[in-house]
């Protein structure tokens, strides 16, 4: 039956709604999954884009080479050489302790390192490469690689590792480089990520240290693929890093490892500057350690006995350490009160051998004095009495301003581990820091280099630098950063009156070159080569008046300990000079006895850049100096020798 148009023209309406309903329906779900098509593919490409390629591409930071380091000849000091290591990514690996139990199977790896890899892992993201073991030979890295399957996660690398070819001669100096630490991260703000690394080498001591930034160099980059499980299957690229930049310092080798050669069986320093341009020649500490020990990664049993040797091996004497400059600073005193006038050249001082201080006897080292005597004997002789006269003239403040003139009491800016201050007294200082006022006595004590008063032999070493060229020397350590030279340490004229320092000068020639200097035994006997010095001992403990009359006053009775500190002070050749060296022999006794014989050897070494012939020594000396160059001989590393008769 038909129906009605009224019903077919209603049904027609029903419909027509019905599909705009459906069809505007359709058409917004078309509009919302446009909209987020183009959100997806063009607004948030890249996010996603990087979640993916995050499922089959790792990238890994590729640690640069460090710079090398090189002498003033060009020979290499701090090296690298090809380290190979085998490394785990945790997240790769699946079972941990399973991949490792197969690795052991195939090389050897010691338990301790295997601890210290699984420790490591636990403090570090899943994604980081930790080293399990280091410096493995081919045929462990062979070995890994062909069961490479078998090991997921396991990889084995060929990276650097740093060498100090010489040994000992220049810990003190170079320094040396180990894994950085957490302690490292906690005390140095560095967001170099390459320091997120397990076991990247960073400066610990010394020149590594001081200038880690210039030699560490910035890191590369590598993105790898990798499958399903996460195994590598190819390298896409790779970006290599910059490389540390190369650093040669004024060190010269060969001297250097005479000099801590000829220290050898003592507790020591001993500093060379070249009075031309401020250059260190040789800044050598005995005993020494051998920085390799360090990199490697240290036994308990070296570590402790380097630790606990009284002689402090890991102490660089040179630079760090500090003691009352004794006789050496003789000469400040002098120069002070004659700079200020209150001092002629010629006038003399009367010494019976004490000079009594409101009640306090000081004694001079003579017991009969030096009867009447004026400054060039009293700096040839070393008469004490004469310099508790003329500093309470001139008085401590004038005293410690020429000191720092001359370089004592100041921190010089070294890339070097701990470059002591020392100390230069003055009322200011012992009022502010000790709370007290200062006396006469003290004044009395810093006029022959105790009391307060202290100096490292680097500080001795420019002062008496100072004093032979009249010109405000300043050490330098670095010569050339990747080529570029560094400025000269040879700075302006002291402003001193010449005529003052042409006396003191002609004093310390006499110390060496008159028969009744006080190192006239250690003189230079070559024309042209001749040195000036200045001998020096500071007491360790005071003697007191009950040891004086029971005849305990030589070093020899005493232990080790409490016997004076031995210092000389020298430069040459006496006219222009080039040479300045500061020596002390820690308890060593009398400064010409025990140290003026190191700085007459070192710095005939300096001047002739090797052996210096046996007429230059005195004849009754010959016979033991040529022994003791063929010990030293035997004692200087193969490389070092040939590198000397080049």
Not at 198 to 212: D, M, S, V, Y
Request: with cysteine; hydrophobic share 40%; charged share 25%.
């Amino acid at each position: 039956m038909k129906r009605p148009p009224k019903d077919i023209i209603a049904s027609s309406r029903t419909i027509s709604r019905r599909a705009l309903v459906v069809g505007a329906s359709q058409i917004a779900i078309m509009a919302v999954l446009g909209w987020r098509m183009r959100s997806m593919q063009v607004e948030h490409a890249d996010e996603f884009r990087l979640l993916a390629e995050e499922n089959r591409i790792n990238i890994r930071l590729l640690p640069p080479s460090r710079g090398l380091v090189f002498d003033r000849n060009g020979i290499a000091i701090a090296d690298n050489e090809q380290n190979y290591r085998v490394v785990m990514v945790r997240e790769d690996a699946g079972d941990v302790g399973e991949v490792l139990a197969r690795l052991t199977e195939i090389v050897d790896i010691a338990p301790d390192d295997l601890a210290r890899a699984m420790e490591e892992m636990q403090r570090r993201s899943p994604f980081v490469p930790v080293t399990i073991a280091e410096r493995l030979t081919w045929e462990d890295v062979a070995k890994i690689n062909l069961n490479t399957p078998a090991l997921p996660g396991i990889s084995a690398e060929v990276g650097q590792s740093r060498v100090y070819p010489w040994g000992a001669d220049l810990a003190h100096v170079v320094g040396y480089v180990g894994p950085v630490s957490d302690y490292d991260l906690s005390r140095i703000d560095d967001q170099d990520p390459l320091l997120q690394i397990p076991k990247f080498q960073i400066g610990k001591t010394g020149a590594e240290n001081k200038l880690e930034h210039t030699l560490r160099g910035s890191a590369g980059h590598r993105r790898i693929e990798v499958n399903a499980v996460g195994r590598v299957m190819r390298e896409l690229d790779r970006q290599e890093g910059d490389a540390g930049k190369d650093v040669q310092l004024t060190i010269d080798n060969r001297l250097q490892t005479y000099a801590q050669a000829r220290l050898d069986g003592e507790s020591a320093g001993v500093v060379v500057i070249d009075l031309e341009n401020g250059d260190l020649r040789a800044i050598a500490s005995a005993p020494s350690f051998d920085p390799n020990l360090f990199v490697r990664g240290i036994s308990v049993t070296d570590w402790t006995g380097l630790n606990e040797d009284k002689y402090r091996p890991l102490s660089a004497k040179a630079v760090q350490g500090t003691y009352p400059p004794g006789s050496t600073f003789k000469m400040v005193t002098a120069l002070a009160a004659m700079e200020d006038g209150v001092l002629a050249a010629d006038e003399t001082v009367y010494c019976p051998g004490y000079t009594d201080v409101y009640g306090i006897r000081f004694h001079c080292w003579k017991n009969g004095g030096h009867g009447n005597i004026d400054l060039h004997d009293s700096l040839k002789q070393s008469c004490d009495c004469y310099y508790y006269e003329i500093a309470q003239r001139v008085g401590i403040d004038k005293m410690a301003a020429m000191a720092r003139k001359l370089g004592l009491g100041i921190r010089h800016d070294l890339p070097l581990s701990a470059v002591a201050s020392g100390l230069a007294p003055d009322k200011e200082w012992k009022s502010s820091v000790r709370g007290e006022d200062w006396r006469i006595g003290d004044t009395v004590n810093a006029s022959i280099g105790q009391g307060y008063v202290l100096a490292s032999p680097l500080q001795l070493a420019v002062m008496t630098a100072r004093i032979a060229t009249g010109h405000e020397i300043t050490p330098r350590l670095v010569r050339l950063i990747d080529g570029v030279e560094q400025p000269s340490g040879r700075g302006e004229s002291l402003g001193l009156n010449e005529n003052t320092l042409r006396r003191v000068r002609a004093a310390m020639v006499d110390v060496c070159n008159n028969r009744r200097g006080t190192a006239y035994g250690t003189r230079i006997l070559t024309q042209g080569y001749e040195m000036a010095g200045k001998s020096g001992t500071s007491q360790v403990r005071r003697i007191t008046a009950e040891e004086r009359a029971a005849g305990v006053t030589r070093n020899e009775d005493l232990p080790w300990e409490r016997r004076d500190h031995a210092l000389f002070v020298s430069y040459a050749p006496i006219e222009n000079p080039r040479y300045a060296v500061a020596v002390i022999v820690e308890h060593g006794g009398g400064g010409s006895s025990a140290a003026a014989p190191i700085a007459r050897d070192v710095i005939l070494q300096a001047q002739y850049g090797g052996a210096p012939p046996l007429d230059a020594y005195p004849a009754n000396q010959r016979s033991a100096i040529e022994q003791q160059q063929r010990r030293i001989e035997a004692r200087i590393p193969m490389g070092a020798k040939a590198q000397s008769r080049a």
